[in-house]
């Protein structure tokens, strides 16, 4: 079965250090991965996603299928980046969505 | 466009009732997902409905049914209700499936006596 693995529950770093979020997944197809958000008492919504290639908020991820991974990397944190990261992989063919347990990321002033 | 709706935002049930949830999706929006989010458990999938057609579903009991309308509005019923089954239940809608980019509702808080 498909599995999302986040394996820091907590993370904290100081404002202006550089930021990895892990997330590793088990999959036998071709998923679509991303990476969702959710910031303090709003909604959950999509950061990115690996096909698409971008940079939001300064935030990247590349996916690495031999180590099936697909950390979310900012190389300087600030105090807004503090929230709920949640690493969610797509079936292939629109098929379910499966979300990781969820990282929480405290930027230290 | 308004974003996605879900009524009502609080609830508190006695074990063995019945609920129900709803969900407004964005406008235009076809596809509806359920989720049930619990500080155990995490994020786990429901099902997700699709012209009125259920596409998928999770590995959740019977006891958890949905529906769709044909102004893709959403329903989810939990009957017999179990302490288990207190979580914030939070619906997405996207604009055609497969989709990758779905957008969440506030979620409606379950709590179960």
């Known amino acids: 079965a498909q599995r999302v693995t986040q394996p820091e529950k907590l993370l904290s770093v100081f404002k202006g250090a550089p930021v990895e979020l892990k997330c590793n997944y088990s999959?036998?197809?071709?998923?679509?991965l991303f990476w969702y958000v959710q910031y303090s008492r709003q909604r959950l919504q999509l950061l990115l996603r690996?096909?698409s290639r971008e940079s939001i908020k300064g935030f990247t991820a590349d996916l690495n299928k031999g180590e099936t991974s697909f950390h979310l990397k900012k190389p300087f944190a600030q105090e807004e980046d503090s929230a709920m990261y949640y690493c969610?992989?797509?079936?292939?063919?629109?098929?379910?969505?499966?979300f990781g347990p969820g990282t929480r990321l405290s930027v230290l002033p | 466009k308004a974003g996605v709706t879900q009524t009502p935002r609080y609830l508190i049930k006695t074990r063995g009732q019945q609920v129900t949830l709803s969900c407004s999706p964005i406008?235009?929006?076809?596809?509806v997902s359920w989720y049930q989010q619990t500080p155990g458990q995490g994020l786990q999938f429901l099902f997700e409905?699709?012209?009125?057609?259920?596409?998928n579903k999770g590995n959740f009991p019977g006891r958890f049914s949905g529906r769709q309308f044909s102004n893709s509005r959403s329903e989810m019923n939990v009957s017999t209700l179990e302490l288990g089954d207190s979580a914030l239940y939070l619906c997405?809608?996207?604009?055609?499936?497969?989709?990758?980019?779905?957008?969440f509702g506030p979620g409606t808080r379950l709590t179960v006596t």
């Open positions: 997405a809608s996207s604009l055609r499936r497969p989709s990758s980019e779905q957008y």
């Open positions: 999959y036998s197809g071709s998923p679509e």
């Open positions: 690996h096909i």
């Open positions: 969610a992989l797509q079936e292939t063919y629109g098929q379910n969505f499966v």
């Open positions: 406008s235009g929006h076809r596809s």
């Open positions: 409905y699709f012209s009125e057609t259920q596409r």
